[in-house]
């Protein structure tokens, strides 16, 4: 069975600093994995997924991750944060052998401080 | 390209009455899902459908719970009788792509008094 570990339920940045989420991953077979963001009273919106290309994924808004095999890590990045990072951030794993469920981790609150 | 569509957005009910939650994929995605997500809980899979047919309710919470998908672009979720513990945000997502990314509603807000 796939898992995702989120380390951190809440993390405060300064605006203009590195915002940091990580990521940790099992799955006894090669991995599809997801970052979604959700704002308040909205659903969740993807912001990047790695799908076994290029390790280093970018996506919406600035942000990046890096999937790590050796460290079965997914975490995820933005050299700069903006006050509209404000929100919550969930990582996400599936088997990439059949389509099955979209396993969640428990989320991340980033808040941002002026 | 419309997004998933859920209805209601919010439930107000009392306990023991039925509710009835409504969502329409979006056009072509073969692949549906239901949420719930609570402060206590986060996200749960509730269950979820691949060509209109059911295929991993066991996240079900109970007898109280059913979905129904009755063709590629509607779907409802019921409980009957609500109580209290089922307040709650429940999304829809769907998927039709080959790297399994979903694509989310806005989601439904349920308060059971």
């Known amino acids: 069975a796939q898992s995702v570990t989120q380390l951190g339920s809440h993390v405060s940045v300064s605006e203009g600093a590195l915002v940091l989420l990580r990521c940790n991953y099992s799955s006894s077979v090669p991995p599809y994995l997801f970052w979604y963001v959700q704002y308040p009273n909205q659903g969740l919106q993807l912001l990047l997924k790695y799908t076994s290309a290029a390790t280093l994924v970018k996506g919406i808004n600035g942000f990046e991750a890096e999937f790590k095999k050796s460290e079965t890590s997914f975490h995820l990045t933005k050299p700069s944060a903006h006050m509209s990072d404000a929100a919550e951030y969930f990582c996400?794993?599936?088997?990439?052998?059949?389509?099955?469920?979209?396993?969640f981790g428990a989320g991340t609150q980033v808040v941002v401080t002026p | 390209d419309a997004g998933v569509i859920q209805s209601p957005r919010h439930e107000v009910t009392e306990m023991g009455q039925e509710v009835t939650l409504r969502c329409k994929p979006i056009s072509g995605h073969n692949s549906l899902f239901w949420y719930r997500q609570t402060m206590m809980r986060g996200l749960e899979l509730l269950i979820y459908f691949n060509n209109n047919v059911p295929i991993d309710d066991s996240g079900m919470p109970e007898d109280r719970f059913s979905a129904k998908m009755p063709n590629a672009s509607f779907s409802t979720l019921k409980i009957q009788p609500s109580e209290p513990r089922d307040s709650a945000v429940y999304f829809c997502?769907?998927?039709?792509?080959?790297?399994?990314?979903?694509?989310f509603g806005e989601g439904s807000r349920l308060t059971v008094l």
């Open positions: 996400a794993v599936t088997r990439t052998d059949s389509w099955g469920k979209l396993q």
């Open positions: 997502a769907s998927r039709g792509g080959t790297t399994g990314e979903l694509f």
